[in-house]
């Protein structure tokens, strides 16, 4: 496993790392795979693990807690975000002082640790004053209860914003930014977001490298009734488009060329990307786990990377 710095601070993550969304989340895995799925990617070099308190409202950091007690706790990077309701109670939501400091103590509770290694906000809050935002967060830093913070899908200037407000009051700033980046999804991290976090040192974690598992070829021909994106029309409305598996479908032959396969070619590419310190991964059963983690290996050089822009350019979103 290779380890990166988180952006400019001293924290390093795995390059690959785990997350408990689509995985974890739903009712596809149960107790004892999740054990096998956690603990295989532990033992393979896989120190972060992310988490969210909204997915299947909190079963997720229980059920990736209960194993991730079975570890040295120095040896993990456990994050959590907080922003969706987690009720129908009109302050169960956002990023205001009262929702942040309810919504890390009942992470720590259900996860079963003293601290959060990261905490993200989950979206952007117009309905919070951000000034209030950031310095709840400063304060869950001085307490102990996070040791970092950070924002997901967060636009550069809302970003630049939580860092002028941080510089002005002597605040704790942020320091990644978790953000939706493949092959496909691009032009928001690339034309927005990376300029902001690389002038000021926070690192990216991205999420659905893999489009949903569209770049891993398996959609070629048919979407599976029983797939993840047929059950779920936000994802299949994102990705599934035809012109999009027409695309994927030619970089067969740059992986065949390399000798990998399509999903490892993916996760190289969005390894090889400037900014990017981990990408986090999924996995419903350990044998996924094997194919994911080659990628880490993959050299791509000057005129694959060039073959790959030239196929996915014209269906970047």
């Known amino acids: 496993m290779n380890y990166r710095r988180l952006g400019k601070s001293g924290l390093k993550v795995s390059a690959l ?14 107790h004892r795979l999740a054990r096998d799925i956690l603990v295989k990617a532990y033992d393979n070099g896989i120190n972060f693990f992310d988490i969210a308190n909204v997915y299947a409202r909190g079963e997720a950091e229980k059920l990736m807690g209960s194993v991730l007690r079975l570890f040295p706790r120095h040896t993990l990077v456990i994050s959590s975000k907080a922003f969706w309701p987690m009720s129908d109670d009109v302050n169960d939501r956002g ?3 009262k929702h942040l400091f309810e919504s890390v ?4 509770r259900r996860i079963g640790t003293d601290y959060l290694d990261l905490f993200f906000c989950h979206r952007w809050d117009a309905e919070t004053p951000l000034e209030e935002t950031v310095r709840a ?3 869950l830093v001085h307490q102990g209860k996070i040791l970092y913070w950070g924002t997901s899908e967060w636009t550069g200037a809302q970003i630049q914003a939580a860092l002028d407000l941080c510089e002005r009051y002597n605040l704790v700033k942020p320091q990644v930014e978790q953000p939706l980046y493949n092959l496909i999804a691009r032009r928001k991290v690339e034309e927005d977001v ?3 976090t690389e002038k000021n040192g926070l690192g990216l974690v991205v999420w659905s490298p893999l489009a949903s598992g569209l770049l891993t070829g398996k959609y070629d021909d048919a979407l599976p009734g029983d797939s993840r994106l047929a059950r779920l029309e936000v994802l299949r409305d994102q ?10 479908r030619e970089l067969k032959a740059v992986a065949d060329d390399l000798g990998v ?13 400037p900014g990017v310190s981990s990408a986090i991964t999924g996995a419903t059963r350990p044998a996924q786990l094997d194919e994911t983690l080659k990628a880490i290996d993959i ?4 005129d694959t990377l060039a073959r790959m822009d030239a196929i996915m350019a014209p269906v970047a979103q």
């Open 17 to 30: 790392s785990l997350g408990g969304w689509t995985t974890f989340g739903d009712s596809v895995a149960d």
């Open 95 to 97: 990023l205001s002082r």
């Open 105 to 108: 103590h009942a992470s720590l």
């Open 137 to 139: 967060l400063d304060a």
């Open 194 to 196: 990376l300029p902001v």
């Open 239 to 248: 990705w599934y488009k035809a012109e999009s598996v027409a695309a994927i």
């Open 261 to 273: 396969t399509r999903a490892q070619l993916a996760l190289a590419w969005t390894l090889r990307q």
């Open 299 to 302: 050299t791509l050089d000057s």
